[in-house]
C-alpha cells in the first residue's frame, strides 16, 4: 500500500465546530489533492497543491481552506462544520512531471459527519 | 473539464467468470493518460491499470486488461478470471498532461463478484 496517511478515519462530529483532516506522505510527493466522494458516488476534486506555499481551489467549490507549509503534510480545515459538510474526503499524491505517466496514490480517507 | 462516464452503476459477475467495465470520456486532446482504480469496501483506492494514448496497444496487467478504442473515445476494463477480492468500487479517470496532473475521474462501477 502507498505511504500516505489519513488521520482521523471516522469523525463525528457537531455543527459548528472547527475541524482539521490531517493528511501525510512520506514519498516526497510534490503533487497533493483533496477529494470530496459521497457514498458509491464519484471523487470531486475540491483543493490541490503543486507544492510548499502553493494551493489552489479544484473543480468543486468548497468551504474548507488547506495549507502546505510542508511537503509531506496537506490538511484540510473547516471553520465551521455544517451537515452538508457530511462526506468522506479522500487526501491523494502523486510525483511530480507534466507529460510523464504519473498514477494518484489516495489514503484511506476519512468519514465525516456532522450532526 | 474533460468529461468520463461510466454508464453502468452496478455490474455482477460470477466467480472465476469474465466481466468487462465500460468507460468513455469527451476530451479534444491527442495526448493523454486513462486509467482504472479500484476502491474496495472501507479499503484505499489503488491503480489497477493504466493507458498512454499514443500507445495502440492495450495495455495488460495479469488477469485485468483494457480494450482502448481512441477514434470512439473507450476505455473498458476487463476482469478474466474473476475472483471475490475483485469485488470492489472500479473508477475510470483520465489525465490530461496541460492541466498539470489533474485527474477527472467517472462515477464508479460497482462490481459484485458472486460465489
Known amino acids: 500500500e502507498a505511504d500516505i496517511y489519513q488521520t482521523p478515519r471516522y469523525l463525528v462530529i457537531g455543527t459548528g465546530k472547527k475541524i482539521t483532516l490531517e493528511c501525510s506522505q512520506t514519498?516526497?510527493?510534490?503533487?497533493m489533492y483533496w477529494y470530496q466522494q459521497d457514498p458509491g458516488m464519484e471523487l470531486h476534486l475540491i483543493h490541490y497543491s503543486y507544492g510548499v506555499n502553493s494551493t489552489e481551489k479544484g473543480d468543486l467549490s468548497s468551504e474548507s481552506t488547506v495549507s502546505r507549509i510542508r511537503t509531506e503534510h496537506f490538511p484540510l480545515t473547516l471553520e465551521s462544520a455544517r451537515p452538508s459538510h457530511t462526506s468522506q474526503y479522500l487526501c491523494?499524491?502523486?510525483?511530480?512531471?507534466?507529460?510523464?505517466?504519473?498514477?494518484?496514490?489516495f489514503g484511506p480517507g476519512t468519514r465525516l459527519t456532522v450532526t | 473539464a474533460q468529461t468520463v462516464t461510466q454508464s453502468q452503476p452496478e455490474m455482477s459477475v460470477q466467480e472465476a467468470e469474465t466481466v468487462t467495465l465500460s468507460c468513455t470520456y469527451d476530451?479534444?486532446?491527442?495526448?493523454?493518460?486513462l486509467f482504472w482504480y479500484k476502491q474496495p469496501p472501507s479499503r484505499q483506492m489503488i491503480l489497477v491499470i493504466r493507458q498512454e494514448a499514443y500507445k495502440q496497444q492495450n495495455a495488460t496487467e495479469n488477469r485485468f486488461s483494457v480494450n482502448f478504442q481512441k477514434a470512439a473515445k473507450s476505455f473498458s476494463l476487463k476482469i478474466s478470471d474473476s475472483q471475490l477480492g475483485d469485488a470492489a468500487m472500479y473508477f475510470c479517470a483520465y489525465r490530461s498532461p496541460n492541466t498539470g496532473n489533474q485527474f477527472y475521474f467517472g462515477t464508479g462501477t460497482s462490481l459484485t463478484v458472486i460465489p
Open positions: 476530451t479534444s486532446e491527442s495526448d493523454y493518460y
Open positions: 491523494a499524491s502523486s510525483e511530480p512531471g507534466i507529460g510523464v505517466l504519473n498514477e494518484q496514490y
Open positions: 514519498m516526497g510527493h510534490d503533487k
